[in-house]
């Protein structure tokens, strides 16, 4: 299968609402959404619903081996309901692209950061601003070379935030089909 790689498009954007230029980005190049109030994912672009701008909301973001990378997540401005973000063997995904989860800085709750070779301490530091999130999950991130520290950092400026770095984090199901 192969993706597109994308920029952002304010023009995009302007036409059809972030929400939905958002998914569109998100679903040409191989990751998942889910929607406020619906009970599961989608990676389907055809499966994108109708309606107006501001109808469907993104809740979550699921990017498994997808060719997502930080010029993309500009996407992130503008929206105002995503709780969670997964990005697991992402090889695109850098500390750039961290630094732009503060678009959804008010909402973000979860993360999951599981394979991204290109990310290291210092994209995790990025995500100290992040004062809303609940729980981080991080695994075989090998461009973090002190996972001690790292995690260190993060529950000490996220003193209410669960940081789990635990290399043994199982891989997610979507990986035995790709």
């Not at 469907?56 to 498994?64: F, L, N, P, W």
């Not at 930080?70 to 401005?77: I, M, N, R, S």
């Not at 709750?109 to 004062?131: F, M, P, Q």
Request: proline share 3%; with cysteine; hydrophobic share 40%.
């Amino acid at each position: 299968m192969t993706f597109k790689l994308s920029w952002y498009d304010r023009k995009r954007v302007k036409e059809v609402g972030p929400n939905r230029a958002c998914a569109e980005w998100l679903l040409k190049n191989g990751a998942s959404v889910r929607y406020k109030n619906w009970g599961s994912l989608t990676s389907d672009y055809n499966q994108i619903p109708s309606g107006a701008p501001d109808q469907y909301k993104i809740e979550e973001i699921r990017a498994i081996k997808a060719s997502v990378m930080a010029q993309g997540f500009d996407y992130l401005e503008g929206l105002g309901d995503v709780k969670k973000i997964h990005l697991e063997k992402c090889e695109l995904v850098d500390d750039t692209t961290l630094a732009k989860f503060s678009f959804v800085k008010n909402t973000l709750e979860h993360v999951v950061l599981i394979g991204n070779d290109r990310i290291t301490a210092n994209g995790l530091s990025c995500l100290a601003a992040l004062k809303n999130l609940k729980q981080i999950d991080l695994a075989r991130l090998t461009g973090v070379k002190n996972e001690e520290s790292a995690t260190k950092l993060l529950k000490n400026e996220l003193p209410g935030c669960v940081v789990n770095f635990d290399d043994n984090i199982a891989p997610a199901p979507e990986l035995a089909e790709k």
